[in-house]
């Protein structure tokens, strides 16, 4: 049977905690839980309780993944993939008539999914729901700023702020955060989409206690889907900064000096990537920002903040969501919305069939999660005009 059954798709931290919710949750009634690896699949249904089985699989394999797909309502795949195998493995998934989500948040391969004619005309004649993008940002973000659209007559400008903490030491951290910083910033302005230099907007944001006022850089768009979603928008801008304003000038230090750049150089031994050259040397024991002190582990209570600017009767108004999880890893901020979601799928919440993007569903459900997991959440109203 179908009903309540899911397909849990890579057992790494993400998908692990995926499986600690899926256990919990009683919509689910029978969980497969898939990886590459036979042993982290069964570490993974371990947690998800007596509901789940193992298996063995790569999603990447049409036929393999066919087999299984006649057995489950939803597959939630938590498995990074390029924007070409991405689309066959929602194709295949769609074509057999089960519903989808991910947690990509990844802004090429989520544009390519949304692109795609053919996957939301399949989407919408198999009846089915698919809803990428729901992990933190864009997904959790994504569907905030729907809540906070819901109370403007009309909003015409969106900015999301994030702080950046150098205890988030990690190899994917320090990736993730030359990434950010080094490239270009894709912007919506003007009712167009525009790219910015590295490093060359700031904007000092206000955050509630201990943190203070931090300076902010202007850094990639992930909710790439809010223009198409919200016509009325003219202005989305997305922000980071970091706890320790000393890093200000040493990231800046790495983007000027191409540390942060992406593209292979060759070296006596062989192609480097100067990005991952940097992240492992800041990620190591030997990193000078560390000394004598342990890696790993997430600061509890990294903020996020997000602004919403438009009209209300008539007045410029600007609503303000500033949210702080307790202790928290980053798998779990991203798995959690993910669930959420899911659920959503599950229980055919959606709108209509077809391919959504996390805005589109509904916010309240994202919103009831993060309380009971114990998440601050501040809603300031201020009339500017």
Known sequence: MRDGAALLLGCGAVGRAVARRLGRDRAFGRVIVADRRMERAAAAAELCGGKAAPLRLDCSDDESLGRVLGDVALVLNTVELPPSALLAVIRSVVEAGV????????????????????????????????????????????????YLGQRLNRMDEARFYRIDDLRRRGFKQWRGR???????????????????????????????PPWGRVRCCTVGLQPVTLPGSMPSLVRVSSHRGFADGEMDGIMGDLVRYGLAGGQPVETPAGFVSPAGFAAAFFSGPWSPLYPGQPGGGEPPGL?????????LYGRATRFTLTWAFPTEQDAEGIAAPLAVGGRMLLTRELPAPGVHPPEALDPAPFLWDMERRGVEIQLTKTVEG
Not at 179 to 186: K, N, Q, W
């Open 99 to 146: 519903s989808y989500a991910d947690a990509n948040d990844d802004p090429e391969s989520l544009q390519a999914v949304f692109d795609s004619e053919y996957l939301a005309a399949l989407a919408g004649y198999r009846g089915v729901g698919v809803a990428p993008g729901l992990g933190a940002s864009p997904g959790q973000v994504n569907a905030l700023t729907r």
């Open 303 to 311: 903020p996020w903040q997000m602004q919403a600017m438009g009209q």
């Open 178 to 208: 030359l990434a950010a910083f080094g490239s270009p910033a894709l912007v919506w302005r003007e009712g167009d989409w525009r790219h910015v230099a590295p490093m060359s907007e700031w904007e000092d944001v206000a955050f509630p």
